[in-house]
Nanobody, 125 residues
């Protein structure tokens, strides 16, 4: 069974940075495309970034473009989400998930099949 484990969440102040990790088990990190999603209380889940398994192309939602960066480390079999210039509105539970492919900045959760349990990010002064 495919499993994903997120880590790296925490409480940070606005304007600071955080790096989330997504570690898949039972497959290599470049076998699937990997997406990052977030969901805040009372809000819909939002697809914020994806890295393609085919060519490593990366995609970002407008809400995080220019501040967040997704990357893959094959040696560590992990996918990362570097989050800079964090804002209070970035506070949410962050999830990584797998998809056959991603090719757009419109990252639709219905296209993703395996999900991790998430890691909490709180941005507050």
């Amino acid at each position: 069974q495919v499993q994903l484990e997120e880590s790296g969440g925490g409480l940070v102040q606005p304007g600071t940075s955080l790096r989330l990790s997504c570690a898949p088990s039972r497959f290599t990190s470049d076998y699937y495309s990997i997406g990052w999603f977030r969901q805040a209380p009372g809000k819909e889940r939002e697809g914020i970034s994806c890295i393609s398994s085919s060519d490593g192309s990366t995609y970002y939602a407008d809400s995080v473009k220019g501040r967040f960066s997704i990357s893959r480390d094959k040696r560590r079999n992990s996918v990362y989400l570097q989050m800079n210039s964090l804002k209070p509105e970035d506070a949410a539970r962050y999830y990584c998930a797998t998809a056959i492919s991603c090719s757009s900045s419109v990252i639709v959760d219905l296209l993703f099949n395996y999900w991790g349990q998430g890691t909490q990010v709180t941005v507050s002064s």
